[in-house]
């Protein structure tokens, strides 16, 4: 099996943050994973941070257009997802790959069950 990698791309605003999400760059997310797609990742992991342990939804536009910026590279949406209708949202977008699922299930707002049927993997 051929092992891809997976790049976390986290920003604010369209914007890259680093540093612990302290430090907002100038670098635009969606150039940056074109980039990222150039050198061979085979994934793109977009934390939107503004939203990230929020539970308001996730930025299923942003994650859409960055997806679409690069074809053949897997989007995983990060960040706000708070309930079933977060993850039907996502899943009603072809081009984002899947997405990750932290605290809505910690706290309960989702079960693993359902989040597995409203993603279409159940």
């Known amino acids: ?64 257009a960055l997806a679409r910026a690069v074809p053949g590279v897997e989007v995983i949406a990060s960040g706000g997802i708070g309930s079933l209708a977060h993850l039907r949202a996502l899943a009603a977008r072809s081009e984002i790959a899947s997405c990750v699922v932290g605290r809505a299930l910690y706290d309960g707002s989702v079960t693993v069950h359902d989040a597995l049927a409203a993603g279409g993997a159940a």
């Open 1 to 64: 099996a051929v092992c891809g990698v997976v790049v976390a791309l986290d920003a604010r605003d369209g914007k890259v943050a680093t540093r612990g999400w302290t430090v907002t760059t100038d670098h635009d997310a969606v150039t940056l994973a074109r980039q990222l797609a150039a050198r061979g990742a085979g994934a793109v992991l977009y934390t939107d941070i503004a939203r990230d342990g929020t539970g308001e939804g996730p930025n299923v536009e942003a994650t859409a």
